[in-house]
């Protein structure tokens, strides 16, 4: 056994660790990182250069007679191995690892099955010439396909991947996916080295390895649809969660309104008994009582019980914090909404601003304006603060600036979800520092 002959296993091996990673790359390291990836490329190279030496020396037949078959078990265990590889390197479970690991295994076969499409290309253009395998600069070849490919799934698939994030694959038909690749994606492309070494016609040989190329990136595809349908599930149980507690919410707030406006008009009376008896009571502290009072008995009055509430809460919460609220509301135009949504999207909201302002040190810019009108049979909602800082934007929705990504976020998905409900839209723009919302939704005829 040459240098020669460990030079292609090295080369498929480094294609598929660098694969793997571009999946792996958003998943969180775990402890003494820098020294788990010396073991693993170290336990790696031990296994590539002991598989070559039994398969050039001590069991030539296994690379003879029977290399297709060695192949297939040999790339199936080391699909295995590198989701052990994975776990040991990343704070992970086995899901996600085994998503990293199919993906890559794909996209390194995409490369070696354009690699082989090339050999036979130049084979039959040069007729008895040698083949790309032959030739001084296969290896630039190599390392120039790999990166262009590598490059163009990283723009279209694995820039999405780590934008979506990776830590919610928890799924089982990631066992499907490990079994498309081995008989799919592994098992035609032994296939296809099988038919050329047989002479196959050339014509056929071009189909099936374009086949295989469709099947590579159809899998890749498919392992995308996969964990953004996973994802798509978790945001919609996430947000049905958040309406199902808003709804709860409205009722213990509504209850809480009423009872506080009704111990108010008690209040107020035993003042007026206490005005007109006579009795010896300071009458500036009957006055100070009665402008408490009054904050707390100052019920927002739009024509919709629902926003009532809701307006009336937080502008109790703006008197406390200092923060000036506006509101312009005809109530009636968002008479055709239950409840509990128009509790959830205008409490999502009003919070949210009113977490944007309480941030802002300048007393006078801790501001928020509420408007709702109706405007050409639309019902029209338009809520505006100041904010402190930098927004981001995914989709047309700012992103939250909580770190904790996967329990905060979800009150614009969750508006988002009322106005669609609605046959509505939800719109966001910030520009110098004034964060806008805009929800229009046609009022129902009748």
């Known amino acids: 056994m040459d240098g020669m002959d460990l030079a292609q296993p090295l080369v498929t091996a480094a294609q598929i660790t660098v694969a793997i990673y571009l999946f792996a790359q958003t998943l969180p390291h775990r402890e003494h990182f820098v020294v788990r990836v010396g073991v693993a490329v170290a336990v790696t190279l031990l296994v590539v250069v002991a598989s070559t030496w039994v398969g050039d020396v001590a069991m030539p037949d296994l690379t003879g007679t029977y290399a297709y078959q060695t192949q297939f078990l040999v790339f199936s265990a080391v699909l295995v191995f590198a989701v052990g590889v994975v776990v040991f390197l990343f704070d992970t479970s086995v899901w996600p690892a085994l998503f990293c690991c199919t993906a890559g295994y794909t996209l390194q076969n995409l490369v070696s099955g354009t690699e082989g499409l090339a050999d036979l290309l130049l084979t039959h253009a040069l007729g008895t010439g040698p083949g790309l395998a032959e030739l001084p600069l296969a290896v630039f070849f190599s ?15 694995i820039r999405k991947i780590e934008r979506d994030g990776l830590s ?22 032994l296939v296809n080295k099988a038919l050329t ?7 056929y040989l071009v189909a099936l390895r374009l086949v295989h190329a469709m099947v590579c990136i159809f899998t890749l595809v498919m392992e995308y649809e996969l964990l953004y349908n996973r994802r798509l599930q978790m945001d919609v149980a996430s947000v049905s969660r958040i309406l199902a507690d808003e709804e709860k919410q409205y009722r213990v707030s509504k209850e809480n309104i009423d009872a506080i406006n009704v111990k108010c008009h008690d209040i107020r009376h035993q003042i007026r008994h206490l005005e007109g008896a006579g009795q010896v009571v300071d009458k500036e502290v009957l006055d100070d009582i009665a402008r408490e009072v009054d904050v707390y008995d100052s019920t927002v009055k739009t024509g919709n019980d629902a926003l009532d509430v809701i307006l009336t809460e937080k502008s109790l919460l703006c008197e406390r914090e200092g923060i000036a609220l506006s509101c312009i509301a005809d109530g009636a135009a968002l008479s055709f909404m239950d409840a509990p949504d128009l509790y959830a999207l205008f409490g999502n909201a009003l919070d949210n601003a009113l977490g944007a302002v309480q941030a802002i040190p300048e007393t006078g810019r801790r501001s928020i304006s509420l408007m709702v009108r109706r405007n050409a049979g639309m019902a029209c909602v338009h809520v505006e603060n100041c904010f402190a800082g930098q927004l981001t934007f995914h989709d047309g929705l700012p992103q939250t600036t909580q770190a904790d990504t996967t329990s905060h976020g979800f009150g614009m998905r969750s508006m988002a979800h009322i106005a669609e409900k609605y046959q509505g839209t939800l719109a966001c723009s910030a520009t110098d520092e004034v964060f806008s919302l805009n929800v229009i939704m046609p009022i129902p005829e009748g």
């Open 143 to 157: 390392i120039a396909a790999t990166c262009v490919i590598y490059l163009g799934c990283y723009l279209l698939l």
């Open 168 to 189: 919610l694959v928890e799924d089982k038909a990631m066992l499907l996916m490990c079994a498309v690749v081995i008989l799919g994606v592994i098992g035609f492309d």
């Open 197 to 203: 070494a047989a002479g196959t016609g050339f014509s």
